[in-house]
């Protein structure tokens, strides 16, 4: 046999195959049993994480991550400010911060969407775009409205869900949504009430949220 003819059959490698590239031909070498093993067993995996995350009331569903992760967040920004006062000064003053309002933003279209709407012009809840309330005399009513609830229920107390920062901050989002008077499912419910206050000089506890890091 000359030096360069390769055997048709060898006894590791297989049967030699019949395509040829550059003058060199191969052994048709089956991959090996460990490699399918593995394949399977990703296959299985695969199938058995799905069923898990789609499943189990223990799987730590994309929501949950995202409401520790903003948690964590906003404790982090708090933790410079301190407390926030529930008063007319505060809400006014928060309503015409940018940087608080956009955190206040995500956070109502996190707990808020289902019932006001991703703008708030109000689906199961009220419209929050005109000028119309049902339980807003002041602008400070706010605070005990999403503290405690109202309407017998139908709208749910966050004060065991939500920290005093965190009703503020959805106080003063709510309230600057007044005057974009979107079109909503419900129509107008409740009367008219007074133009909200001007803003005044800011407390020393609304400054800014620092920058992450």
Known sequence: ??????????PEHGNLLDHEY??????????PSWWHAIFFACIFWGLFYFVFMQTSPIAPLPRAKWE??????????FADVGEFDHDQAT????MHNDKWMT????????????????????LV???????YYKNIKQITDFYNVISNGAAAGAMPAWKNQLNNNEIVLLCAYVASLRGENLPGPRGAEGEIIPPWPEPTEAPETTKEPASGG
């Open 125 to 131: 809840g009220p419209n929050m775009t005109d000028d």
């Open 91 to 94: 809400i006014l003053d928060l």
């Open 103 to 122: 955190l206040a933003a995500s956070m109502f279209r996190g707990r808020c969407v289902s019932c006001h709407g991703s703008e708030g012009q109000g």
């Open 1 to 10: 046999m000359p030096e360069h003819q390769l055997p048709e059959h060898h």
């Open 68 to 77: 520790a992760a903003q948690q964590r967040e906003t404790q982090r920004l």
């Open 22 to 31: 550059d003058g060199i031909r191969e052994y048709d070498n089956p991959t």
